[in-house]
């Protein structure tokens, strides 16, 4: 039977390569430094913290082993396509997690009859797994139609002139790409055409590979990402735009370093060759589309109970209500609407007769509005699931008897996006909480036994030095379990962009200066919190995160091993830190790390 579409969950880069690319920025960039806190060298190469725990876990055991990693579930937008794609009398299959099924993936592309494969892009921020996707599957199936979508290529179309948005698509050498929020509608018509032969002209929301296109990845238009290539110049002179192209071009190199550091890597490498050939790929008009979350659940019968597994990642909303200046999610995800908790009920009816046992909530916002989170816990405390949950957690949105119905609900921790230690810079940031919510929230948080991560932005617009003690004084006088900083990222999709000027920002991403600190400082900053802070735990990024913890405690790691290796981890990152020049890992942390990793491991 032919599937008309094999869509693709979350792809991990290799780590290495990845690692590479960045150092190559050079090892003072924004980018690397936030990177340069999350690995450790080993044995000649980098390693992440679940990387290393895999490797002491593991490192007796022969032959092939399933590896512990953050992603152990069904990617909750695979699930969601499938659902949705079978309702519409498509048919699909699934590669959930391609770095670890290449052989499955292969022998799909290769034995399969499959008319089109759709990646999906929910946490890329990069071309570079997208970009090794696609020659994957065009090595071993050149017929099937590739079809990328999702918050990578909506952030692009937002950020990039059409011309620039051409050449990446070119760049990554798809057949189509869905620019949407939401981009379902839009992926069953283009399959509805595929099938039928029709054009995908009338098709909104969409670009298309148009029939006169010869070059495929290799052939971008590398010349428009470096204006230091002299081939390049000639090129654009050649074309008769030569400043306008160098115009674009720096835009473009600030605000996608990595993308530059991974062209001119390949065109060092000789992959890639200069074309002052327009990308010919058609864009068609944009328009809204709707999709009910309450029409749309995940239909768990389509899937293997062994897929599922014990624990599924779900959704009870849409967007968010809030706004803040940092982040451009409300914009990306359309209004704020949410699921009635009869609804939900009846989803996690099903979800305890299969088995699950752990539940993460992926609202950014689950506990907004407080009536509606106060009922939800009711309904879980009333019905007895016995699931162990985690979440995101407003600090205030909250109170008391909300935490208090949590923990009698299961909730096993919860992500506490904080952000700042200073009300003055939770101002700036048009957050509606405050330091005294989360001063309040953090201490009954933990005597109902309920772990508390701790997240936040260091070099937003009106931080200085005095604003991150504040935060620093914060983090030691509230103890949450778990904690991180991360370098402010100047994003021009997020509402603080339209305040620059006032702000005196210049650059983005990671690269920027404004009126109070420029991001080298602000790295400064993030090093301090990292070195300094004695009373909570450090989170390494990057294969790490909250819901690691629990996922290892179900695995069979006590959390008093797991804060161990954790430790251990960082304090061999800050002997990184300390001496930039040492590439050995003390003897007494490598032993620290693995003896923490000996457990005994439940599948």
């Avoid at 002299?230 to 306008?244: H, V």
């Avoid at 009910?292 to 599922?308: A, G, M, Q």
């Avoid at 509005?369 to 957690?393: C, D, H, V």
Wanted: hydrophobic share 40%; charged share 25%; aromatic share 12%.
């Amino acid at each position: 039977m032919k599937t008309d579409c094999l869509l693709i969950g979350y792809y991990d880069t290799d780590f290495t390569q990845y690692v590479s690319l960045v150092r190559s920025m050079g090892e003072d960039s924004g980018a690397y430094r936030d990177l340069n806190l999350a690995f450790i060298e080993y044995e000649g190469r980098p390693f992440r913290s679940m990387d290393i725990l895999n490797h002491f876990h593991f490192q007796q055991s022969e032959g092939s082993y399933k590896p512990l990693h953050n992603y152990d579930f069904l990617w909750p937008t695979v699930s969601y396509l499938s659902t949705y794609l079978h309702r519409r009398g498509f048919t699909f299959d699934y590669i959930n997690l391609p770095h670890l099924q290449r052989e499955l993936f292969k022998r799909k592309l290769v034995e399969q009859d499959i008319l089109s494969v759709a990646i999906t892009t929910t946490l890329y921020v990069a071309p570079n797994p997208i970009l090794e996707l696609v020659r994957f599957i065009r090595e071993h199936n050149a017929q099937t139609k590739i079809i990328v979508g999702g918050p990578y290529i909506y952030n692009q179309s937002k950020m990039l002139g059409e011309d620039q948005l051409k050449e990446l698509f070119a760049y990554i050498g798809a057949d189509v790409y869905v620019i949407n929020q939401m981009g379902e509608a839009a992926l069953v018509n283009v399959l509805s055409a595929l099938k039928s032969g029709s054009s995908l002209a009338h098709i909104d929301n969409i670009a298309y590979r148009g029939s006169s296109l010869t070059a495929r990845a290799a052939a971008v238009d590398s010349w428009r990402l470096s204006e230091q290539s002299n081939s390049a110049q000639s090129a654009i002179a050649a074309a008769g735009e030569r400043e306008r192209a160098l115009s674009r071009a720096r835009a473009w190199a600030s605000a996608h370093p990595e993308q530059v550091a991974a062209v001119r890597k390949r065109r060092e490498a000789g992959e890639l060759r200069v074309n002052a050939v327009a990308a010919p790929y058609a864009v068609t008009k944009q328009s809204a589309e709707e999709n009910p979350l309450e029409e749309n659940r995940v239909d768990y019968s389509l899937f293997p109970l062994k897929d599922i597994g014990d624990s599924v990642s779900l959704w009870t909303a849409k967007s968010c209500p809030f706004a803040c200046a940092f982040c451009g999610f409300p914009e990306r995800a359309g209004k704020y609407v949410y699921l009635p908790v009869a609804t939900i009920e009846t989803e996690l009816d099903k979800l305890k007769s299969l088995g699950v046992t752990d539940l993460a909530f992926l609202d950014d916002t689950f506990n907004v509005p407080k009536a509606r989170f106060k009922e939800f816990l009711r309904m879980m405390i009333r019905n007895q699931y016995g699931f162990t949950w985690n979440s995101f957690y407003r600090g205030d949105q909250g109170d008391e008897e909300t935490i208090d119905l949590m923990r009698q609900a299961g909730c096993g921790g919860v992500f506490l996006g904080v952000e700042s230690g200073s009300d003055r810079v939770l101002e700036q940031m048009n957050k509606t909480a405050r330091r005294d919510d989360y001063m309040k929230a953090i201490p009954l948080l933990r005597q109902a036994g309920i772990l508390t991560h701790a997240n936040f932005v260091i070099g937003f617009p009106g931080e200085t030095e005095e604003t991150v003690e504040e935060t620093i004084d914060f983090i030691e006088r509230t103890r949450p379990d778990t904690y991180r900083a991360q370098l402010w990222y100047c994003d021009p999709l997020t509402p603080v962009w339209a305040r620059r000027e006032e702000y005196g920002i210049q650059g983005s991403a990671f690269n920027w200066t404004h009126k109070t600190m420029d991001h080298r400082t602000a790295a400064d900053m993030v090093d301090k919190l990292f070195l300094c802070i004695e009373n909570s735990t450090w989170l390494p990024q990057h294969s790490f995160e909250q819901w690691s913890i629990l996922y290892l405690q179900r695995r069979g790691m006590e959390l008093d091993q797991i804060m161990k290796f954790v430790r251990c981890f960082n304090g061999a990152v800050k002997e990184k830190l300390r001496d930039g020049q040492s590439k050995s890992v003390p003897a007494e942390l490598l032993a620290g790390m693995a003896e923490a990793a000996r457990f005994t491991l439940r599948w």
